[in-house]
């Protein structure tokens, strides 16, 4: 039963594809930044009023920006880093890890023919992407 972690990504990447899977990322430090510099600047030029106006259209200007364009989820589960690869890998484990299988392969085959199965590893790719990117997901079955 033992799997490695970029058998089990493939795996839950055939999932969210059949699933139809996006999901837009969040990106808050890129818009926390964004507020910063944007305050800085208005200070710079304005004082304390300029901080404030900065400020307020740098939040405006992050909202935006930061809104993000949805993706599929395999190619996100794809340009995770490993550590959160592996997380991901653990919860997918725990799901499956009461069914008689061998291989990966194997697997895969009882994965695919069953909607059930199918459901709870989307789920979980589904909780994993909210919890620890932020992102909003839509499946478009």
């Known amino acids: 039963m033992p799997t490695r972690v970029d058998q089990m990504m493939q795996l839950l990447c055939r999932v969210a594809q059949e699933k139809g899977m996006t999901a837009a990322v969040k990106h808050s430090g890129e818009g926390a930044i964004l507020v910063g510099i944007a305050a800085f600047a208005g200070g710079l030029l304005g004082g304390p009023r ?13 909202a935006w920006m930061t809104s993000g364009q949805f993706k599929p989820v395999p190619q996100i589960l794809m340009e995770l880093p490993p550590a959160e690869q ?12 009461n069914i008689d299988w061998i291989d990966i392969f194997q697997l895969t085959v009882l994965v695919m023919g069953s909607g059930d199965l199918k459901f709870l590893l989307a789920k979980a790719v ?16």
Do not use: D, P, S, T
């Open 86 to 97: 592996q997380k991901l890998c653990n919860e997918a484990m725990a799901i499956v890890r």
């Open 50 to 62: 300029g901080i404030a106006v900065g400020g307020a259209l740098g939040g405006l200007l992050g």
């Open 126 to 141: 589904e909780r994993f992407l909210v919890r620890e990117l932020n992102a909003q997901i839509k499946y478009e079955e």
